[in-house]
């Protein structure tokens, strides 16, 4: 809270109003439950109007996260969607606190450098690390296992929190401090895994962007992601019907029917969402002809490809594909000038 209380406000209504005795702040050991605490992260993004809580470089003014994320939803794999992050996040940040994937074989870390960051209890680090791992765990649709992590800085007097955010945050293996680097370690083959997720199901993930982001994610395990998973594998991507996926994953078509219908949502409204990230994706990272395109989603003419993407996005596709090319250029052309 000390955040809120250099910027003049009064602390003490804040945790009335979120159910949090004040005393819990005097207390060394002093806990909130997580309901409490994803509301009191959720207020301070609000009121602050910054998603880093002062900690960055500049405010991230509130909303910016949902911006990034539809920035990298559409990226082939997740080694991608990490890249456009780090690359987006440190055009707003000038790379303050910067982060970076390291890839050696079948080895992989995500690096995070917080040494120029106005952050001495490594909290806007630590948070980071977090959320960058439920954002990719969403996105591939299922649980990384870290087989370490790795913290720069010693066991000091943040140690009790420390080691509750990361057990009960990452699902780490070993958790080793003044290392030489701060990181994740995990296996590499993550990094080539599809992004199974689309506008929609994102859409779904920012309802409630606290708890989705600082609690265990179960959003692997919904039905949604798993048919997207399972369309993601299918190289044509229109094999898949309601009967053959309620097959793979052992439950009934009525079943299925149901319990998508209790997420929100139906098989058709995946498989067209899918269908159109798929396009959306192969413009922007192939050079795919347009007609090879329209065939691997699905339509055996052009032209009603052509009517599609235009409904999807307001644009033509050769239109959509040379936007991105100029996007990426002027950003690229951007990049030096905030490093």
Sequence with gaps: MDIAERKGEDVAPILLSLGIPASVLAEPDGRVDFDQYARLIEHLWRSLDDELLGYGR??????????????????????????????????????????????????????LD?????DPGHFLGSMILVICYRICCWLIGSTIRVERTLLKFPEHEYRFMHRAFYA???????????????????????????????????????????RTLLRPDDGAKTLGTQIRRLLGQDEQGLALRLGSAARELSISPQTLRRRLQSEGTTFMAIKHDWRRGLAMRLLAETSMPISDIARRTGFTESSAFHRAFKKWTGMQPNAYRASLAQRAAETAHAAPENQ
Excluded at 114 to 118: G, L, M, P, Q, V
């Design 168 to 210: 009960n945050s990452v699902y780490a293996g070993p958790l080793r401090y003044e290392a030489a680097q701060t990181a994740l370690c995990f296996s590499a083959k993550y990094l080539d895994m599809p992004i199974v997720q689309d506008e929609a199901s994102l859409r779904a993930f920012l309802r409630d962007t606290s």
């Design 114 to 118: 917080d040494a120029a960051a106005r």
């Design 58 to 111: 500049r405010p991230f003014r509130y909303g910016t996260f949902a911006m990034l994320a539809h920035a990298v939803i559409r990226s082939s794999s997740l080694e991608r969607a990490l890249g456009n992050l780090s690359r987006y996040y440190g055009l707003l940040q000038d790379g303050r606190p910067h982060f970076r994937i390291e890839r050696e074989q079948d080895q992989a870390r995500f690096v």
